[in-house]
């Protein structure tokens, strides 16, 4: 029904900045969360930031004042802002969108993923 394509992934060294983005390919309806995951090689995949339709947002403590979640429901996209990225960031970045009301159904769309390497 809705499917999410990521971009702007690639190699940075670390310090080095790189921006995210998700768009879906219609309006997700009804109160929900926008989120980023990642998934480095060899370990579980792990929730980066996330915004609700509300614009409160979360973030891990690994990222904390490092990166910027940020929506745009107008453009359908959620957007990661990574700053000082490190090597330890290097991983899969997956966005998400998954309802928190319950009017509209339950969804959990997923998208296919963009690579982000960090070099020392």
């Known amino acids: 029904q809705v499917q999410l394509v990521e971009s702007g992934g690639g190699l940075v060294q670390a310090g080095g900045s790189l921006r995210l983005s998700c768009v879906a390919s219609k309006t997700v309806r009804g109160i929900n969360a926008m989120s980023w995951y990642r998934q480095a090689q060899g370990k579980q995949r792990e929730l980066v930031a996330a915004?609700?339709?509300?614009?409160?947002?979360t973030y891990s403590d690994l990222v904390k004042g490092r990166f910027a979640i940020s929506r745009d429901d107008a453009k359908n996209t959620v957007t990661l802002q990574m700053n000082s990225l490190q090597p330890e960031d290097t991983a899969v970045y997956y966005c998400?969108?998954?309802?928190?009301?319950?009017?509209?159904?339950?969804?959990?769309?997923w998208g296919q993923g963009t690579q982000v390497t960090v070099s020392s």
């Open positions: 915004i609700t339709t509300g614009r409160t947002t």
């Open positions: 998400n969108i998954r309802n928190l009301g319950r009017l509209f159904g339950n969804y959990d769309y």
